[in-house]
């Protein structure tokens, strides 16, 4: 038996094991379906949700991900879950094993797209670039996302969701390298040449990077007209602060998604794209409610 032939059986064992895992764990609301608010006119519709802290002495995170993962996939018009870091709480193959796992087994959406938050990386230990090559296999090994960096982008449903990263594992704010700056911009300018909708994903804030100023990230996104900036990292409790501008661009502030302390746990964002607008509705998926309090059109 070739080496290809065994990883594949593993991959196939530890997602049978999580689904009987998942049999066993009490779910919420699993079974509430939801749809766009304009399914004939809608392009795309994608979910967004961050921090959700898996850890391997700490059960909630996991049960709690688990529901989270159910409500999404009850969505009859999603096509993307966007999953913006912090995902693990201290970048452990275990905790790793469970995330990744969790989501091939339940499989929300027909893309599931995953970014690096601090806690991925180690909480600022750890050696970045055996971090970063972790990464890159999990999405592989698990998902199926084949990619070449921690930064990378897809187009879906003619949407550019590019995904931004830290490359530093020893300090909690965003840092950029050059070579990511050039990589982003001439992701921009492809989409910009087909005039393409472009949501751009990281786990912190514009605010929080360092070694430059953000502004230069910020000319950069509005430049080439991006729709949204979406964030976690923060772990506010969903608001209307939680929606705000940021050096001129949109920006959304995700709430952590399980095991919130002063709030619910279950809280992200679905989005769905149209011909002349972005409507984004917040959405509890443990509960399998909208948040009617936060509804926007952009």
């Known amino acids: 038996m070739d080496i290809k032939t065994i990883a594949t059986y593993l991959k196939d064992l530890f997602a049978t094991f999580m689904v009987l895992v998942m049999m066993i764990v009490p779910f919420g609301n699993k079974g509430v379906e939801y749809t766009a608010e304009n399914p004939e006119d809608l392009i795309t519709s994608f979910v967004a949700v961050s921090d959700i802290h898996v850890e391997t002495n700490n059960p909630t995170p996991y049960q709690n991900l688990s529901d989270v993962l159910h409500g999404i996939k009850a969505g009859q018009d999603i096509s993307t879950v966007v999953y913006t870091g912090d995902n693990v709480m201290n970048g452990q193959v275990l905790e790793d094993f469970f995330f990744y796992s969790a989501v091939r087994a339940v499989k929300p959406a027909e893309h599931n797209l995953v970014l690096t938050g601090n806690h991925d990386l180690g909480n600022s230990n750890g050696d970045y670039e055996k971090l970063r090559e972790k990464f890159i296999f999990n999405n592989a090994f698990y998902l199926g996302n084949q990619i070449e960096a921690d930064y990378y982008y897809r187009v879906i449903d003619g949407c550019y969701m ?35 909708p472009v949501f751009v994903f990281n786990h912190y804030p514009l605010r929080y ?6 502004s230069r990230l910020a000319n950069l996104l509005k430049e080439y007209n991006t729709e949204l900036f979406i964030h976690g990292h923060i772990h506010d409790e969903l608001g209307a602060d ?6 001129g661009i949109d920006c959304i502030n995700l709430p952590r998604c399980t ?6 746990a279950g809280d992200g964002i679905v989005v769905e794209v149209y011909e002349d607008e972005v409507v984004v509705r917040a959405r509890n998926f443990v509960k399998g409610e909208w948040i009617e309090d936060f509804r926007y059109t952009y």
């Open 259 to 264: 095991e919130a302390v002063d709030y619910e």
């Open 162 to 196: 590019i995904m931004l990263t830290s490359e530093d594992t020893t300090t909690w704010d965003f840092r950029m390298s050059e070579e990511q700056f050039a990589w982003l911009e001439s992701v921009l300018k492809e989409a910009d040449a087909v005039d393409a």
């Open 242 to 247: 939680n929606f705000y501008n940021s050096y």
């Open 209 to 214: 990077l360092k070694d430059n100023d953000p």
